[in-house]
């Protein structure tokens, strides 16, 4: 079983006097031996399996304040769940009061002024429904069912980074919850220390309670043209040497992430490679549709595809294509890093790899990072990685947890021999408990500012259950 560095349970301590923080609650508080327990505590990776001392299904802002101000007066640790899909269970710790956000899900859409307002505990399933409705998007990754704080926060990487930047680059405005319990608003123009380091710096720094973010126009009134292509595992070295050359000279509103998935069996794919292990990219054009024949043109003809899923639809349908493949619970581990390039000596390792595929759901991917995302300076936001590259994850995954000792081996070692290829450091929504110089490495020359921002909002480090920056000294 994975495991992440929280407070353990301890038989000595004092169970918290949760009785004080109950009468001031519109939510509902949950504790060890309610019937509601141990479903509130699941989070998304069914490896992850920690009991917190209570869990606040918080009902409104207020809530997540006297929860933070308890935990505060008490020191109890605390934990804070949105959409739970955090890889290393970060949403809840043991012996923790858990902030639960999953019931905050409403949105509201402002056409004229293309902007969306999001409560904490949406998924971006949530959001792309309600962006939909009038032809725009706002860029975030490539499962419905992610949470949309723990995403934003961390970075945002998906189908439309390429062309509109990462989440964080179109994140206006945040409401914050602040360790001292009391709410502000950030922006460039309010808190602009606080707002650069909510732009990657993860949970670290408070409560985000609402975000505001910008849409944009895509596609032909939110169709866009996208789906797979599929290649054999054979010609994995072929592929994976041409998308690298191509992918920088694509227009910014053609992208695609590349890696390696086991074909699901059923439809839409043909029957004849239900359960194939391929190379696959999947594609998501945003741009004009009287275009698209020529742009898509490279893609549809390269090679020899063992088939080409490429066709018109609803943005929300490829941002959730994968949903019913990955429900919540399933064993999970992890491992991720950016590249700047796809090396020779890289292809060679995901090839080996790619063979010794441990499950059906087990797989790697490469998402690219450039275009619009390349443009912003590496120290406008706290996120670092802006000269390009891909942001890769290998992820062992099965229903079985007979089988998490294989998986999580399998990606170990997989991590292990393609790590010396990488830029140093990873994706932070992708990381599990690595220790404090992965986590450095993960922010290069922005850590040291992070440490400083946290020291002035969080100096004693109340929301530690996270990637973790200790204020600086």
Partial sequence: ????????????????????????????????GDPAYDEARAVYNGMIDRRPSAIVRCADVA??????RFAREHGVTLAVRGGGHNAGGLGVADDALVVDLSGLRSTTVDPAGHTVRVDPGCRWADVDHATSAFGTATPSGIIGSTGV?????????????????????????????????????????????????????????????????????????GTIIGGPVFYDLADLGEVMRWYRDLLPSLPEELSGWIGVVSVPPGP???????????????????????TADA?????????????????????PALQTAFDPLYPAGLQWYWRADVFTE?????????????????????????????????RVPADATAFPYRDGGWSGVIVGVDADPANGPAITAWAKQYWEELHPTSAGGAYINFMMDEGTDRIRASYRG????????????????????????????
């Avoid at 009391?182 to 707002?195: G, Q």
């Avoid at 839409?268 to 009287?290: K, M, N």
Wanted: with cysteine; charged share 20%.
């Fill in 295 to 315: 742009v898509l043109a490279p893609v549809r003809e390269f090679g020899s595809p063992l088939m080409v899923g490429v066709a018109p639809m609803p943005y």
């Fill in 149 to 221: 704080a723990g995403l934003t926060l961390g970075g945002g990487i998906g189908y439309l980074t390429r062309r509109f930047g990462l989440t964080i680059d179109n994140l206006l405005s945040a409401d914050v919850v602040l360790a001292d319990g009391t709410l502000v608003t950030a922006s460039t123009d309010s808190h602009p220390d606080l707002f650069w380091a909510l732009r990657g710096g993860g949970g670290n720094f408070g409560i985000v309670t609402s975000f505001r973010f910008a849409c944009h126009e895509i596609g032909e009134n």
């Fill in 268 to 290: 839409p794919f043909p029957e004849q490679l239900w359960g194939r292990t391929v190379c696959a990219i999947v594609w998501c054009y945003t741009g004009s549709h009287d």
């Fill in 342 to 374: 796809i090396s020779d000596r890289a292809i060679e390792v995901h090839r080996r790899f790619a063979e010794k595929l441990p499950s059906g759901l087990s797989t790697m991917h490469l998402y690219p990072i450039d275009g619009a995302a390349a």
């Fill in 1 to 32: 079983m994975t495991t992440t560095t929280t407070p353990t349970a301890t038989a000595q301590r004092p169970q918290p006097p949760y009785g004080e923080l109950t009468p001031g609650l519109r939510g509902a508080m949950i504790e060890p």
């Fill in 63 to 68: 809530d997540v304040i006297a929860c933070v």
């Fill in 446 to 473: 922005n850590y040291d500012r992070l440490a400083s921002v946290k020291r002035r909002y969080d100096p004693d480090n109340l929301f530690r259950v996270n990637q973790n920056i200790p204020p600086a000294d």
